[in-house]
Structures are given as structure tokens and as C-alpha cells.
């Protein structure tokens, strides 16, 4: 953190003139004429001190009227003083706005101040910064859920405390990385953190009984009860003992109480007892923060709901909300209510809940919406990638809840309102991420400051992410910038988001079903933790809904025995292979099976996403010839997609309309095996192409690559790939020259119609719970491609020349992509000279076809254009005739 050791070299002798947080000095309480007077005699300083000393009715109107002064501010602070002064209006509109509950807000307020600080380190108190900017800033992101980036800040101001030699603040800051640490599930290395800290906090003080606190919950999580109950206690104890001046250690008991009660869920009595003993503490003795306040009656809540006693639940409830939504109804709701706030979410789904249990289902549905609306507001403030995922992943529990219900509605009354609730919830879970990402490329077409501000920002990220992986070092200044450059992103994108709710609070379902082509449905799926959800749409709307129950753990184990670890098990056992797979057509399809005159556009979830689906035999009954078994790719076409909404952005993305580039490397850079495949290949593809670009080991440079991207309707890859699940750096294409990242497809201008990856698993990745597998080509996707090839496992040498040859052959005689890869699987099956044992779909299945089907037109067949002239010619022939017999001999 060298970075930070500079700021803090220039600036450490630097005092701040007045002290902040309700440590003013204490003048006179100003009017409006005094507002003027400053004003007028041109005195920012002492104007500014007055805004901040000026008394209002409550928390949120404070927060409004520093708001509305620093609009009202007639110029920019010069002098050191004004300076000063607007640091610690900043600071002040930041903290009066989280006693209101507004957390967001507040975090916005406090990263501003940060950056006022750094616009003036000359100026500005280190000690300041620490306590009441870093401090507050790190807890903030640790509310809000984006724990990486509450670390980035806690690790900051652990730097600056280091500097400032002071082991208090050392100790406290360590408490705050051990909360942070233990909301990511870092729970060993958050008892590191307490430990370190209790190394230096005096053991009488208030940050003891803190840091035995934050113990105490690592415990709890690591089911280490007798340890946490012995640490909350202890804590308790020392928290008690501090004066009834600190108010900030009776907050800490306040928070410590709940702690306990939560430990001892399990004896609900003592639960109770503790949850009350927070209840009783006189407000006027602590800092009464509306938030923790709240969250005691909902932690009280959901104790009466366990304990089955939803009327009591939803008293308690009540009053949570009273705080949260001052003066509304809880039954009574909408999206206009919501912001983004993790306690009010975890209100609405509670209570939710309650509603449910006592039959409300309307109630229910409703507040599950809401809940829904508040997640998605709420991981907008997000800034890390990781913590996008993690309330991705948290969700998904609280939209299966939703959806069982909107399941058992629809069962018992047979309203269709209730089939659409469930696609709108099960589309609601499903690549919301992705979905935002493809929404962003809409916006690099604008020309305006800010999006010119974040091309360049994006372009100085892609920089800094380079650097630090071609270096091979863990470089902390390179981490430091780069973790700053996603904060100004994440700023600057989410003023060109659209407004709140308008996103995805209502699926538009006909004017995505109105993009199918005729004879094609959409089957989508929601993988549950026991129960699959299907449901089936065409261009009218929904077909069908169904459930059925399911086994996670068998999907996984098909997929990883038969294909993941090579063709052996297939080879040994075929016909293990084929009841198991027959096992899992029954599940899905066999209720519905797919008709043959239909094309199918399938979006999977969950371990689904892992699942060959083609691969699939449609008959129980075994037959020894492998080329004659029943596999689903025989029944009908099938093309993929990750949910509703991404596809129609694919099927509305604009992409290069011409022109071919293939890129084969078999001679391999780096250590890394030939490719003997990739030669045979190209000379397969070559025929039924033409005019395309053909770049060979040395000429497949990363230059021609990226040049490609922006100007080729398909480019193809056949070359070595790595992903995340290869325990990569970071996911890459390798060329010739040098690795492609997938990071720097961000921001492309022009985008391929298509892009083929002939390549190993470039279809595989993590799977992200409610995300799907995170691919490469999910990465071309989410960069703006249409249309994607990818293969799910190793793709075998002697089978890929042969199938890409038959793609592209099919490609040119027709305009639809997934049936011409599905005829190219065929052709490979109903091929005589392949011998029965490379039929197994290990050989075949791994290529997938994702997006849009129409995205890309081949070269036509010279053939093509003799029957279009001959069409052409038949009316003029009928027509010269006819004139002909008119006019008579």
C-alpha cells in the first residue's frame, strides 16, 4: 500500500480546525438571516459550519437540508478553511443520513468525501480520514453485502492506523476486517483478525468486548456453540462495565444483545430474553441507528414465525416496517416503496412467509415481488463482481419459495395468473448479471463525457488487469488502482442505468415471444433443491407449466462420470450409460416429449446448464448398435439460451454482417501440446468457404485476433482455452503470440455475428448458482455476440475436423445455425465409414449452439442462384405468353 503511505506522509501534521459527528463548536443555532449574512460578507466557512449546526425535526430531514446545501453553495471552497469545512459537511450529510436508514446514500456521501480528502492530501487529517470516512465507508459496504469492497476499505484504513502508530485503532480496524471477513465466509481468517486485535486492544475497553463479539459470531458460523456462547458473554460483561457516556459502546451492546439471541435460537426462551434485553435499552444512551433498531423487530419476528405464530410475527413485523417505510402498510405496498436495503428485504420476504402460513397467498405473491425488487436495488450499489454473485446465489432460495407458491396456487385454482407468476419469478432468478452486462454494450454506443469517461476507465481496468497477470506478481499498488478504477465504473454506470424497477419488474413477454420463429418453443427450466419446474411457451404464450422432483446430485454425477472424465466409462458400459441416460430423458421430456415438426429453444438451470441434452436416448429399450440408438438430437433441433431476456438481446444485438476470419493454432507456444486436429480442421472448412481469412500459427496473432472481432460476421477458434475451472489466472483464448484475456472482449465497438470455439471446454466453466456456467462463451455473449458454437468437454481430435466440415457445409446450403450443426451430429451418426464406437456421444455432443439461430448467412451455393434466377424467369415466361395470346397472329 505504498500509495497510501505517501497520502499519509504528506499530510500527517495536518489538524483539521473543527471536529465533526456532533463535536462542533457550539453556536448559537443559526436562522435564515444568518445564512444570508454569511452569504453576503462572502464567508463559505462560517456559512458552511452553520448548515452543519442548523437543528432539524429528525435524522431525515438533517440529511435533506446538508443536501440542499451543498447545492445552494454560491462557489467552490478555496482557502485551507473552506476546504476543511466542505470535508466535513460531506462527512456530516454522510452520517446523518445513515441515522435515517438511508445506507446508500450515506455510502455515496462517504466515498465523496474519500475522494475530497484525496483531491486535497496536503490538508486533510489522516486521523479524520480513519475514523470517521474509512471507518463508516467499510461498515457501509459490509451492510450493503459487497463485502470485497468493504475489505478494500478496511485494509485502506489499516494502512493509515499502521502509519498513525496507533494500536486502538489498529485493534478496532481489525474488528471491522474480521466482520467483513466473516460475511464472506472467511470464518478462520476472521478469528485471525480478533486475535490480532485482542494482541493490542486494552482488555477493559469497549473494542475488546467488540472484537470478542465478532469472535463469538466466527464461532456460531463454524457451529462452534460452546465457544461462541463463552465469547457473546464476555463480551457482554465488558461492554456493560464502559460508561454511560460512550455511546458508541452501548451501539456495541445494543448489537451485542441481538448476537446473543441469535446464538441461542435453539433455546428460544434465552433468545427471547436477550432480543428483549436490546429492546430495553433506553435509546438516549446509545447511537440509535434506524436500521439495527429495525432489525431487532425483525430478528423478533422471525423468532415468533419459528415458534409458528404468524399473527405475532407479523405485530412484530409491523413495527420493523414502521421504521424501514414510515407510514405505510405493509400489506399494502409497491415498487414505488422499495429501495435497495438488505434488512427491508429480508422484511418483505419474512413476512411474506408469514403471510403464506396463514393462507394469504395474494399477500404473499405480492411482497415476494417486492422482496425481488429490493435485491435487485439493493446489488445495484454493488461495485465487485463476487458480490453480484454472492446475493445472486442468496436469492435463490427466497425465489424457489416463490415459486412453490405460485405452483400450489396455480394447482389448486387453475387461474393463469398463476402459471405467469411463475415465469416471471423463474425468469426473474435466472443470468441477471449477464442480462445487465449485455444491457451495458447498448450504452458504448453514446458519445456523451460520461460514457467517454467509462471507455477510458474500462481501457485503464483491462490495463492494470493485464499488467498484474503478464507480471506474475502480487502487486498491492496495481490491486489498489485497479479496486479504484471498478469504483469510479460502478459510480459513472449507475447514472446511465434505466430508472428503478423499470428493468425486470414486468416480464415483456409478448414482445420477446413475437422474435420465435414458427414451429419453435422455448421449454425453460428452474432447478429447485428437490423440485424441477418446466415451463413451455410459443408465440401465443404459455403452453404448459409442470413440476416434478429431482436429483442434483445424479445430473452431476452423469455428467462428470461420462464426460468430464473422459469416453472410458462410456466405453467400458454402454449400456450403463444408456439406462442412466434414458433415466434423465424420462425426467425432463418424457411427460412432454419434443415433437419432431418443432425446433426448440431450451434454457436450462442449474446443474442443468452441465447437461448434454442431445446426448439423451428417448426409448428404455437398449440396442447394441450405437449409431441406431434413439438420441434426442434424432427427435428435434435444439438451440440454447440462458434466459428470456438474454436472448432477446441477442436476437436484437447488431454484429458484423460479412465476412469469415478462422484462427488455427496447432503449434503451440509456452510448453503447451501441438494440436495435430487443427490442420485437418482447416482443410475441411475451406471448401465451404469462401472469401474467408485464414490465419495460420505465427499469422493468428492477438492483433488479428481483436481486429477480427470488429470486423468478421464469423470468427472461428481452434486453438488451446483455458478457463476458470482450469484453476487459471484468468480465463484466455491462447494465439500465437500471446493469450487473449476474456476480460478485454469489455466495450468491443463492433461485435462478430457468431463466434465458433473449436476448442476444449469452452463451452464449460463454474457454475454460478441463478448465473449458469460461467463460460467462454458466455463471456462472448455477455461481450455482444449473437450467436455462439462451444464445446462442453474435450473435444476430441478425430471427431472435431469432421463436424465443423459438415457445420459449415450445412451452414452454406441454409440460414439456420442449430439445425445445421444438428445435421452435421447426424451426418457423423448416419456416417458408415465411422465405426459404431466413436457414435457415443462422447465424440459428438460437446458442441453446443447458443443464441440466435438466424444470426449469420454463409456464402450461398452457386446452386442457390440458379433456381433464384429460374423463379425469377417462370412469371416473366407466363407473362409474355399471355401478351402473346392477346395480341393474337
Request: hydrophobic share 40%; aromatic share 10%; with cysteine.
Amino acid at each position: 500500500m505504498a500509495e497510501v503511505g505517501s497520502y499519509i506522509a504528506l499530510i500527517k501534521n495536518r489538524l483539521l480546525l473543527l471536529a465533526v459527528a456532533g463535536l462542533f463548536i457550539c453556536w448559537q443555532d443559526p436562522d435564515s438571516t444568518v445564512f444570508k449574512k454569511y452569504r453576503d460578507s462572502n464567508q463559505l466557512t462560517a456559512w458552511i459550519y452553520a448548515q452543519i449546526q442548523y437543528p432539524a425535526a429528525s435524522p431525515t430531514a438533517k440529511a435533506a437540508q446538508l443536501k440542499q446545501a451543498r447545492v445552494s453553495a454560491w462557489r467552490t471552497p478555496a482557502s485551507t478553511d473552506e476546504i476543511q469545512a466542505w470535508q466535513d459537511l460531506l462527512i456530516n450529510q454522510g452520517y446523518t443520513l445513515l441515522q435515517s436508514g438511508d445506507i446508500i446514500s450515506s455510502t455515496d456521501a462517504y466515498q465523496q468525501a474519500f475522494e475530497w480528502g484525496r483531491q486535497h492530501t496536503a490538508i486533510t487529517d489522516p486521523s479524520l480520514v480513519l475514523e470517521y470516512i474509512l471507518k463508516p465507508l467499510g461498515n457501509n459496504y459490509t451492510r450493503l453485502g459487497d463485502y470485497e469492497q468493504a475489505l478494500f476499505i478496511h485494509r485502506m484504513a489499516l494502512e493509515f492506523a499502521r502509519e498513525l502508530e496507533d494500536k486502538q485503532a489498529i485493534a478496532a480496524t481489525y474488528s471491522n476486517l474480521a466482520n467483513t471477513a466473516a460475511n464472506m465466509g472467511q470464518l478462520q481468517q476472521s478469528l485471525i483478525y480478533c486475535r490480532e486485535g485482542t494482541l493490542l486492544a486494552d482488555k477493559r475497553s469497549a473494542t475488546y468486548g467488540l472484537l470478542l463479539s465478532e469472535q463469538a459470531d466466527a464461532c456460531q458460523q463454524l457451529q462452534q456453540y460452546a465457544a461462541a456462547k463463552q465469547s457473546i458473554q464476555q463480551s457482554i460483561a465488558i461492554l456493560r462495565q464502559q460508561p454511560a457516556t460512550n455511546q458508541e459502546a452501548a451501539h456495541w451492546l445494543f448489537m451485542a444483545y441481538q448476537q446473543a439471541g441469535d446464538i441461542y435460537l435453539s433455546t428460544p426462551n434465552i433468545a427471547a430474553q436477550y432480543y428483549q434485553q436490546a429492546a430495553a435499552m433506553p435509546e438516549s444512551k446509545r447511537v440509535l441507528r434506524r436500521r439495527e433498531q429495525a432489525r431487532l423487530f425483525l430478528r423478533m419476528g422471525k423468532l415468533q414465525l419459528s415458534l409458528q405464530q404468524p399473527r405475532q410475527a407479523l405485530a412484530l413485523l409491523d413495527s420493523c416496517a414502521s421504521i424501514l417505510l414510515p407510514g405505510k402498510n405493509i400489506r399494502h405496498l409497491n415498487s414505488r416503496d422499495i429501495y435497495g436495503e438488505y434488512t427491508l428485504l429480508d422484511l418483505l420476504f419474512t413476512a411474506a412467509t408469514a403471510c403464506q402460513s396463514l393462507q394469504e397467498s395474494a399477500t404473499a405473491l405480492s411482497l415476494y415481488r417486492l422482496c425481488f425488487a429490493a435485491e435487485r436495488e439493493l446489488r445495484h450499489q454493488y461495485i465487485s463482481s463476487s458480490a453480484k454473485e454472492t446475493a445472486i446465489s442468496d436469492s435463490r432460495y427466497r425465489y424457489e419459495t416463490a415459486i412453490a407458491l405460485a405452483w400450489h396456487c396455480w394447482q389448486t385454482t387453475h387461474d393463469k395468473q398463476y402459471q405467469q407468476a411463475m415465469l416471471q419469478f423463474m425468469e426473474n432468478s435466472k443470468s441477471q448479471l449477464l442480462w445487465e452486462e449485455m444491457q451495458q454494450q447498448a450504452h458504448y454506443t453514446g458519445n456523451d463525457s460520461i460514457h467517454k469517461r467509462i471507455r477510458l476507465l474500462e481501457q485503464a481496468q483491462l490495463y492494470y488487469r493485464k499488467e498484474a497477470l503478464q507480471s506474475g506478481r502480487n502487486d498491492s499498488l496495481l490491486q489498489l488502482r485497479e479496486q479504484r478504477v471498478a469504483w469510479d465504473l460502478a459510480t459513472l454506470r449507475k447514472k446511465i442505468r434505466p430508472a428503478p424497477g423499470a428493468e425486470t419488474d414486468v416480464l415483456p413477454t409478448d414482445s420477446i415471444l413475437h422474435l420465435l420463429a414458427p414451429a419453435q418453443l422455448i421449454r425453460t427450466f428452474f432447478t429447485g433443491s428437490h423440485t424441477l419446474y418446466t415451463v413451455e411457451l410459443d408465440r401465443n404464450g404459455i403452453r404448459y407449466v409442470d413440476s416434478n422432483t429431482i436429483d442434483r446430485d445424479a445430473i452431476v454425477r452423469f455428467k462428470q462420470l461420462y464426460f468430464e472424465a473422459g469416453p472410458q466409462a462410456m466405453l467400458n458400459n454402454p449400456n450403463a450409460y444408456y439406462n442412466a441416460a434414458y433415466g434423465l430423458y424420462a425426467l425432463l421430456f418424457a411427460r412432454h416429449p419434443l415433437e419432431s415438426h418443432n425446433t426448440y429453444l431450451l434454457m436450462p438451470d442449474g446443474v442443468l446448464s452441465t447437461l448434454p441434452m442431445e446426448a439423451l436416448v428417448t426409448d428404455a429399450a437398449y440396442k447394441p448398435a450405437i449409431g441406431k440408438w434413439p438420441f434426442l438430437v434424432k427427435q428435434a433441433t435444439i438451440s440454447y439460451a440462458y434466459s428470456l431476456r438474454t436472448w432477446r438481446l441477442q436476437m436484437q444485438a447488431p454484429a458484423n454482417r460479412q465476412g469469415f476470419s478462422g484462427f488455427f493454432v496447432s503449434q503451440q507456444q509456452a510448453g503447451l501440446s501441438d494440436l495435430e486436429g487443427v490442420r485437418k480442421e482447416k482443410e475441411g472448412m475451406m471448401p465451404a468457404i469462401t472469401n474467408g481469412n485464414w490465419y495460420v500459427n505465427e499469422q493468428a496473432s492477438s492483433g488479428e485476433f481483436r481486429q477480427a472481432l470488429t470486423q468478421s460476421a464469423v470468427v472461428h477458434i481452434s486453438t488451446h482455452a483455458f478457463i476458470k475451472k482450469d484453476s487459471a489466472d484468468a480465463p484466455h483464448i491462447m494465439l500465437y503470440d500471446a493469450p487473449f484475456y476474456l476480460f478485454e472482449l469489455n466495450g468491443l465497438q463492433q461485435h462478430p455475428a457468431m463466434v465458433v470455439l473449436s476448442a476444449c471446454k469452452t463451452g464449460d466453466g463454474r457454475l454460478v448458482t441463478g448465473e449458469g456456467i460461467q463460460s467462454m462463451a458466455h463471456a462472448f455473449m455477455a461481450g455482444g455476440t449473437p450467436a455462439v458454437v462451444a464445446a462442453s468437454w474435450n473435444v476430441n481430435d478425430a471427431t472435431a475436423p469432421l463436424l465443423m466440415q459438415q457445420f459449415y457445409t450445412q451452414l452454406s446450403k441454409q440460414s439456420n445455425a442449430a439445425i445445421a450443426l444438428q445435421q452435421a451430429k447426424l451426418n457423423w451418426l448416419q456416417d458408415a465409414g465411422v465405426s459404431d464406437i466413436h457414435k457415443l456421444p462422447y465424440y459428438w455432443a460437446a458442441l453446443s449452439f447458443q443464441g440466435n439461430t438466424q444470426a449469420v448467412v454463409l456464402h450461398a451455393s452457386p446452386h442457390y442462384w440458379y433456381w433464384l434466377l429460374l423463379l425469377l424467369l417462370v412469371p416473366v415466361g407466363m407473362w409474355l405468353l399471355k401478351h402473346k395470346k392477346k395480341s393474337g397472329p
